[in-house]
């Protein structure tokens, strides 16, 4: 059907940061059942959904935390692979309530690394989001 009809979907991400410890920030990250590596939290927008709501809610379903204030844009991006036009805003939440908890069902671990001591397993668009958000390298158009 995608092949046909050429969709164009919408999706989201968070960057969601842990300033606690000014001196060593992390950021959450997720691991799937049913994907490899670490990612950021996120998922598609729904009808009647804005992007904001859209990630709010995704970080609430995925590791039960409340991002009530105000996120900041960072970026939107396309993919194209395999016929699909996709795209993805992400947005770094740099406050938020609550404790980070996998289901255990789609989320299998959910937990914060520091930005200086990331793990090997990162998915390549994790990695290349957060070399963006720490200024290694531009900002893309693609995902």
Sequence with gaps: WHQIA??????VRAIVIDDSDPANPSVLLIRHSYVVGEHLPGGGVGRGETLVDAMRREVREEVGLIADRPAQPFGIYARFRNGA?????VFVVPSWSGSPKADGVEIV????????RLPAGLSPATRRRLEEFLGHRPVAERW
């Design 109 to 116: 671990e959910a937990r914060f690394f520091p930005l200086d």
């Design 85 to 89: 036009s996709d795209h993805v805003a």
């Design 6 to 11: 050429r969709p164009l979907t919408m999706g």
